[in-house]
């Protein structure tokens, strides 16, 4: 059986080096590459693959609200986060999601193709390191709360749109919705968050790895 795997990461560079180390087994297959979160979930859709290899950090829609909707859309498709981000919050919240796995971009080669042969099995992943975040999230109060618990995806993908620079109409365009539910949703967005200026959405969206510095 040939594992499928479709690649979402905004670096060329990534995305080419995880090509040709996947691609040294002849049962994985690259079906398809995304470089940005909106293109990922298209292609999963249309692909639909066994594994989804994901950065957090990706254009138009971030990984933990891509992974969402992959996995609601392809229920088939075993998510692999593969970033740089380590924080026991994102770990959390890109689990809760959906993911099946979760590697740094520090790990190697041999982590990479263990990960997607485990997930490719049904069974989940995650390094050394990542464990011990999960274990630091554990050894909390139970359960992560922060400011974005309290947005819905949809304000959140907003919130990310408006911090890369996109006007209320390419938001509204892009998303397929009214220009008037995107000023709702911003407006909403701003009073669960307590900001009152765009600037301080986009430090929030820096700050909470929705958007990459």
């Given at each position: 059986?040939?594992?499928?795997?479709?690649?979402?990461?905004?670096?060329?560079?990534?995305?080419?080096?995880?090509?040709?180390?996947?691609?040294?087994?002849?049962?994985?297959?690259?079906?398809?590459?995304?470089?940005?979160?909106?293109?990922?979930?298209?292609?999963?859709?249309?692909?639909?693959?066994?594994?989804?290899?994901?950065?957090?950090?990706?254009?138009?829609?971030?990984?933990?609200?891509?992974?969402?909707?992959?996995?609601?859309?392809?229920?088939?498709?075993?998510?692999?986060?593969?970033?740089?981000?380590?924080?026991?919050?994102?770990?959390?919240?890109?689990?809760?999601?959906g993911a099946r796995g979760y590697l740094l971009k520090s790990e190697g080669n041999d982590d990479v193709i263990a990960a997607v042969d485990a997930l490719s099995r049904r069974r989940t992943y995650f390094s050394s390191q990542v464990s011990e975040a999960m274990?630091?999230?554990?050894?909390?109060?139970?359960?992560?709360?922060?400011?974005?618990?309290?947005?819905?995806?949809r304000e959140r993908e907003i919130v990310q749109l408006i911090s890369e620079g996109q006007s209320n109409k390419q938001i509204a365009a892009a998303l397929?919705?009214?220009?008037?539910?995107v000023e709702t949703h911003r407006s909403t967005s701003m009073r669960k968050l307590k900001v009152h200026s765009t600037a301080e959405l986009v430090r929030y969206a820096l700050r909470n790895k929705l958007i990459q510095s």
């Open positions: 059986m040939v594992v499928r795997i479709l690649l979402a990461d905004d670096h060329t560079i990534v995305r080419r080096g995880l090509r040709a180390l996947l691609e040294t087994r002849c049962d994985f297959s690259v079906c398809a590459e995304a470089s940005n979160g909106r293109e990922a979930v298209e292609l999963a859709i249309l692909h639909a693959p066994d594994v989804v290899i994901l950065d957090i950090s990706l254009p138009l829609l971030n990984g933990v609200d891509a992974t969402s909707q992959i996995r609601k859309s392809v229920p088939g498709a075993q998510i692999l986060i593969f970033t740089m981000h380590d924080s026991p919050t994102i770990i959390h919240e890109v689990l809760q999601a274990l630091d999230v554990l050894l909390q109060d139970g359960h992560l709360r922060r400011h974005s618990d309290s947005l819905s995806s397929q919705i009214s220009v008037k539910t």
